[in-house]
Structure formats: structure tokens, C-alpha cells
């Protein structure tokens, strides 16, 4: 069995669009809420959003690679570029033993609209040639593995919420199993759109709160349902030996994942939490169960019924060792980024090793007593976690968990 380590991180999130920005707002507690800037929002029951800000996709790939790609493959090629340029892997791998693993939890939304427009106002023959290469979900991860060469396996993971975490752990146990020697994985969203709005809103999903300051209130009394982000999130993970042999900067080493399914509700997860939390127990025993500081960034979205399912879930996975973990949301600052919420998520994470901070859940002030965990409420917390973990739930009952540890060199 191979370690596995990450060698080159990037993202383009609503609170920065590369690492030191977004982690520099998440540290100083900066959330990227606001009013829905893409369409008039007077119809709509919720009206706000967590959207990239200033993103310009000249800065990494040409105006006709731009015109090809649907928004949310454009935040994947940004993010992949800043990792794979962070990690130097790029010609320092056989191609053949190059892996892709990407997801999108919906896929090409904007693409979709804008053509569904043209079918009704236009007819049939309006309709783009690159409509469906557009709006697929596994488009991201082939236009990432021809922009790198990447001729290994490239797959699309698509669970929903969880699609990043689990793309982070298929890569993961590919390289553990010798079936490739460095993977690009990750995923991204864009549907802060009228569809995406509309269908999430309707469905009770999403907060109908005006406050910027007050609307994703994970693991708060108040919280009303989520706000709905964009993005993506990219790692580069590689064979340790692999790694090693070419002296390249290692951020920290992964050491578990856990994926199940809850089987219960295409929404609602278990109430007692009872399969997330065997999802959470898995990585943390392929992690070998240390002892000491465990940080998890929960998946808290900030509806009634996710915050208290998994504060079960936690407990459950942790029995007896409550007063070692530290749990923050920090979708409390970045929104719900769906597809792209689990690698995010994940880089998080492993850069509370690196860093010794902990980010903040913001805006809990009023905590929910079914929710009774150290969420570290407000503010950043200087500490240096011995395992972190990252959980992400998605639609479908999809449980999926990553564990990371700082990379012992020796």
C-alpha cells in the first residue's frame, strides 16, 4: 500500500479566489454573503448568495477555451491550474500514471438556462452545437485531464453534496492501491442561477433570511435552511515515494476516508445520525484512531434537520472523547458550495495542520442545545489539530469522510 500525500492545493471560492486570500478572510471570520447579483431577485423567496467575486477566466486559459466552457468548468480549470502549478507536477509524471478525479453535484446549470432560452424564443436550431459538451457533469474533469495531459483514469464523481469529498477519496484509495501515481481531484458548482435558486428555495432548502450577517447560522437556534454558493476546489495527491523522490512540497498526508449511504430519505438525513457517523468512524480508524486534538470541519449547513443529525453522528463516531474535538462550519462564511463544498472543505482542513488555526463558525450566537459540541464560535482558534477531518452529506443519503494528518517525513 502506497501513503498518499498532497503536494499542490487551489481554489476559487465566494470569500477569495486563490489559498492565502480565502484562508485569510475564513481565519479573520470574513464571510462572502450578499445580495444575488446575476438576475433580479424581486420574484424570489431567497435572495441571497455566497458568489465568486471579481473572477476573470482569462487569467488562466484563452478566450476560445473560455467561450467552450460552462461557468462552473471554468472555476474547475482555474482551481486545477493553481494546484497543479502549486504542486509542480505537471511533466514530473508519466502521463499514463496520471489520474483525474472531478465532480460537480449538478453540473453545466448556466449553460442549460441560457439554452433552454434559445429552444423556446429561437426553436431548435438555436440551440448551441456545444450544449451538451457544455453542460455535463464529467466535462470539468475531462477538460482538466486535457489541459494537463492527465492519461490516467479520469472519472466523474457525482453524490451531491459529498461529490468533492468522495472525488478526494476515490483519488486517494487509487493511489493507495498502486493504480496511479498522482491524481487531480476536486469539484465545483456554479447554479447561483434562477433554476438553482428556484428549485432549492422551493424545497425549503434555502434560508429566507435578508441579513448577510445573519443567514448561514449553522448549529445556531435560528438557522433556517442554507445559502447556496459557488465554486471549486482542487487538490493534487500523490504517492508518498513519488513525492519524495522529486523533493516536492508535501502539505500533509491523507489517512482515511469513509463513504456510506444512509438509504433512508432523498433529503433528509437519518435522525440519529447513525450512517454518517460509520462513515466518520472509517476514516478516523484508517487513520489508526490517534489520540489527541481531532478538528473536524463539519459538513453544517445550517437547516434544523442536518446541524442536529450530525452532532449525533459525531458523537456517536467519537464516543467518550467529546472534550477532544474541535467542529466548525465553514459554510457560515462560504455558503453551501455544493459539489465544490467537500474539497474546499478538505484544503481547509489540512491547512489547520500547517497553519495551527482553526477557522471560526460565525454568526453562533445563539447555540441550539441539540447542537452542543465546541463549535468554536466567532472566532479563529490558534491550535495545531493531531487529525483533521472533513464530513460532507449530500441529497441521496451520501456520507463521506476525509482524515489528514501532517506528513511525517521520516
Known amino acids: 500500500m502506497n501513503r498518499v500525500v498532497v503536494t499542490g492545493i487551489g481554489a476559487i471560492t465566494p470569500v477569495g479566489n486563490d489559498i492565502e486570500t480565502m484562508w485569510a478572510n475564513l481565519i479573520a471570520g470574513k464571510h462572502g454573503i450578499g445580495p444575488i447579483t446575476r438576475f433580479d431577485i424581486a420574484a424570489y423567496k431567497a435572495s441571497l448568495a455566497a458568489e465568486v467575486k471579481d473572477f476573470d477566466p482569462l487569467d488562466y486559459m484563452e478566450r476560445n477555451e473560455v467561450r467552450r466552457l460552462d461557468l462552473y468548468a471554468q472555476y474547475a480549470i482555474a482551481a486545477a491550474t493553481q494546484a497543479v502549478k502549486d504542486s509542480g507536477i505537471e511533466g514530473a509524471v508519466e502521463p499514463a ?21 434559445k429552444l423556446l424564443t429561437g426553436g431548435p436550431r438555436k440551440v448551441s452545437s456545444l450544449f451538451i459538451p457544455m453542460m455535463i457533469p464529467n466535462l470539468a474533469a475531462g477538460n482538466i485531464a486535457i489541459k494537463f495531459n492527465a492519461r490516467g483514469s479520469c472519472t466523474a464523481v457525482i453524490t451531491a453534496c459529498a461529490t468533492g469529498t468522495d472525488a478526494i477519496g476515490s483519488a486517494f484509495r487509487a493511489i493507495k492501491h498502486g493504480y496511479a501515481d498522482a491524481a487531480i481531484a476536486g469539484g465545483s458548482e456554479a447554479v447561483v442561477t434562477p433554476m438553482g435558486v428556484s428549485g432549492f428555495s422551493n424545497m425549503t432548502a434555502l434560508t429566507s433570511s435578508n441579513n448577510p450577517d445573519a443567514a448561514s447560522l449553522p448549529f445556531d437556534k435560528r438557522r ?22 522529486r523533493g516536492a512540497k508535501i502539505y500533509a498526508e491523507i489517512t482515511g476516508y469513509g463513504s456510506t449511504c444512509d438509504a433512508h430519505h432523498i433529503t433528509a438525513p437519518t435522525p440519529g445520525g447513525e450512517t454518517s457517523a460509520r462513515a466518520i468512524s472509517e476514516a478516523y480508524k484508517e487513520s489508526g484512531c490517534p489520540d489527541g486534538v481531532v478538528y473536524i470541519n463539519a459538513h453544517g449547513t445550517g437547516t434544523p434537520l442536518n446541524d442536529a443529525a450530525e452532532t449525533k453522528a459525531i458523537k456517536n463516531a467519537f464516543s467518550g472523547r467529546d472534550n477532544t474535538l474541535l467542529v466548525s462550519s465553514t459554510k457560515s462564511m462560504t455558503g453551501h458550495m455544493l459539489g465544490a463544498a467537500g474539497a474546499v472543505e478538505g ?12 477557522p471560526p463558525t460565525i454568526g453562533l450566537l445563539e447555540p441550539d442545545p441539540e447542537c452542543d459540541l465546541d463549535y ?22 451520501h456520507n463521506a469522510c476525509i482524515a489528514f494528518k501532517n506528513a511525517n517525513l521520516t
Open 97 to 117: 500514471r496520471f489520474a483525474t478525479c472531478f465532480g460537480s453535484g449538478i453540473g453545466g446549470m448556466v449553460t442549460f438556462e441560457t439554452e433552454v432560452e
Open 376 to 397: 468554536i464560535p466567532l472566532k479563529a482558534r490558534k491550535v495545531t489539530p493531531d487529525l483533521a477531518m472533513s464530513v460532507s452529506l449530500g441529497f441521496g443519503g
Open 224 to 245: 433556517a435552511g442554507f445559502v447556496i454558493g459557488e465554486g471549486a476546489g482542487v487538490i493534487i495527491l500523490e504517492a508518498y515515494e513519488h513525492a519524495l523522490s
Open 347 to 358: 484544503i481547509i482542513s489540512l491547512l489547520t495542520l500547517s497553519k495551527g488555526e482553526v
